[in-house]
């Protein structure tokens, strides 16, 4: 489905919306979902506009994160947790919170997309040198795909405040940290079925999350475990594509009719040679061609310097992999992608 974000500010009132509108122009969705959602808001005179979510709040203080802001002590309810397979930050700290409204818990009936009630809210904090530069929010307001709203909260220098900055900031608190803007949190938010990224069976997999998830009344019972498929290098490597870039690479999503490349891990897959990353980078042209025309290969086995997916990983310019959210590339990580292509057989 094509989407747009549109960043509204109200003057005066020091209030920003993200608002993810439906276009018009509709194109398949693998999943269905997204695009019956959008139908189900045409009326007799064609595709009216889709309600925007209400403004964030101003600051950081304001969202729920903290019981005392000047303390840092959160607010009840909400749980700090950890990912198996975090996103790279160019080296940051990160911390995660989440937040699930009293009485309700995350619809986990598709393991390989959770499902969030209504008041679901989520934060990520940045720190860089161990000074906090970032607290990026969301929350469900609705309905998917309308109906989250996203803003990143800046940090002031001396620790004291947060507020929000729907336009980003480049190189935060004279940092080479960038602060995303709303476009940039929807875009790659739009890449899961119901807004938040790193929530699921996937990602929290680690033998105790999952427990403790269901024991705080997050979840209605505990998930199966979810073991990334292989051993030694190809499970991390598998893990690392899954964290970093499965949430543009998948099944849904503006980006989904677009990418033929899949780079998401399936709940039932449990042979490294059957999962999506195999079947659509593995000798698979690309969409992209070399300056004589020829498509580029997602994944050559036995040659690196001949695999797209690992030339990208290893470029900060057009290339970059990922596009935005880096300045340097993982090194651990791409070495790794190496070995992985390197061990291939061909």
Same mark, same amino acid.
């Given at each position: 489905?094509?989407?747009?974000?549109?960043?509204?500010?109200?003057?005066?009132?020091?209030?920003?919306?993200?608002?993810?509108?439906?276009?018009?122009?509709?194109?398949?969705?693998?999943?269905?979902?997204?695009?019956?959602?959008?139908?189900?808001?045409?009326?007799?005179?064609?595709?009216?506009?889709?309600?925007?979510?209400?403004?964030?709040?101003?600051?950081?203080?304001?969202?729920?994160?903290?019981?005392?802001?000047?303390?840092?002590?959160?607010?009840?309810?909400?749980?700090?947790?950890?990912?198996?397979?975090?996103?790279?930050?160019?080296?940051?700290?990160?911390?995660?919170?989440?937040?699930?409204?009293?009485?309700?818990?995350?619809?986990?009936?598709?393991?390989?997309?959770? #499902?969030?009630?209504?008041?679901?809210?989520?934060?990520?904090?940045?720190?860089?040198?161990?000074?906090?530069?970032?607290?990026?929010?969301?929350?469900?307001?609705?309905?998917?795909?309308?109906?989250?709203?996203?803003?990143?909260?800046?940090?002031?220098?001396?620790?004291?405040? #947060?507020?929000?900055?729907?336009?980003?900031?480049?190189?935060?608190?004279?940092?080479?940290?960038?602060?995303?803007?709303?476009?940039?949190?929807?875009?790659?938010?739009?890449?899961?079925?119901?807004?938040?990224?790193?929530?699921?069976?996937?990602?929290?997999?680690?033998?105790?999350?999952?427990?403790?998830?269901?024991?705080?009344?997050?979840?209605?019972?505990?998930?199966?475990?979810?073991?990334?498929?292989?051993?030694?290098?190809?499970?991390?490597?598998?893990?690392?594509?899954?964290?970093?870039?499965?949430y543009c690479h998948s099944d849904v999503g503006r980006w989904s009719t677009a990418r033929g490349v899949r780079l998401r891990l399936l709940f039932a897959i449990s042979d490294p040679a059957k999962t999506p990353t195999y079947l659509t980078t593995i000798n698979?042209?690309?969409?992209?061609?070399?300056?004589?025309?020829?498509?580029?290969?997602?994944?050559?086995?036995?040659?690196?310097?001949?695999?797209?997916?690992?030339?990208?990983?290893?470029?900060?310019?057009?290339?970059?992999?990922?596009?935005?959210?880096?300045?340097?590339?993982?090194?651990?990580?791409?070495?790794?992608?190496?070995?992985?292509?390197?061990?291939?057989?061909?």
């Amino acid at each position: 489905m094509t989407m747009r974000a549109a960043v509204v500010a109200l003057s005066g009132a020091g209030l920003i919306a993200c608002a993810s509108s439906a276009s018009t122009t509709l194109a398949p969705d693998a999943g269905g979902d997204a695009t019956s959602d959008v139908r189900d808001a045409r009326d007799a005179g064609g595709v009216r506009e889709d309600p925007p979510p209400p403004p964030v709040p101003p600051t950081l203080a304001e969202t729920g994160l903290y019981e005392d802001f000047a303390a840092k002590r959160l607010s009840k309810g909400v749980v700090a947790f950890d990912v198996r397979w975090p996103l790279w930050s160019d080296g940051a700290e990160k911390q995660r919170y989440l937040y699930v409204p009293a009485g309700k818990t995350i619809d986990i009936a598709d393991p390989d997309h959770w #499902a969030f009630p209504a008041g679901t809210k989520a934060w990520k904090e940045f720190r860089v040198g161990g000074k906090l530069i970032e607290t990026r929010y969301v929350e469900k307001t609705g309905e998917p795909p309308i109906g989250w709203r996203y803003v990143a909260y800046a940090w002031s220098e001396d620790q004291a405040t #947060a507020v929000a900055a729907p336009g980003g900031v480049r190189d935060a608190l004279g940092t080479t940290h960038d602060i995303p803007d709303q476009a940039a949190c929807e875009q790659c938010h739009s890449g899961t079925r119901d807004g938040i990224i790193g929530v699921g069976n996937v990602q929290l997999s680690d033998g105790k999350t999952l427990a403790s998830f269901t024991s705080l009344g997050l979840l209605p019972a505990v998930p199966a475990e979810y073991r990334v498929p292989g051993t030694g290098v190809v499970q991390e490597v598998l893990g690392y594509l899954h964290g970093n870039c499965g949430y543009c690479h998948s099944d849904v999503g503006r980006w989904s009719t677009a990418r033929g490349v899949r780079l998401r891990l399936l709940f039932a897959i449990s042979d490294p040679a059957k999962t999506p990353t195999y079947l659509t980078t593995i000798n698979v042209p690309m969409s992209h061609s070399d300056t004589d025309g020829e498509p580029f290969i997602g994944v050559v086995p036995g040659d690196p310097s001949r695999s797209h997916l690992y030339q990208r990983i290893t470029k900060r310019d057009f290339w970059a992999m990922p596009p935005v959210g880096s300045e340097v590339v993982d090194e651990v990580a791409a070495a790794k992608v190496k070995s992985w292509i390197e061990g291939l057989p061909r």
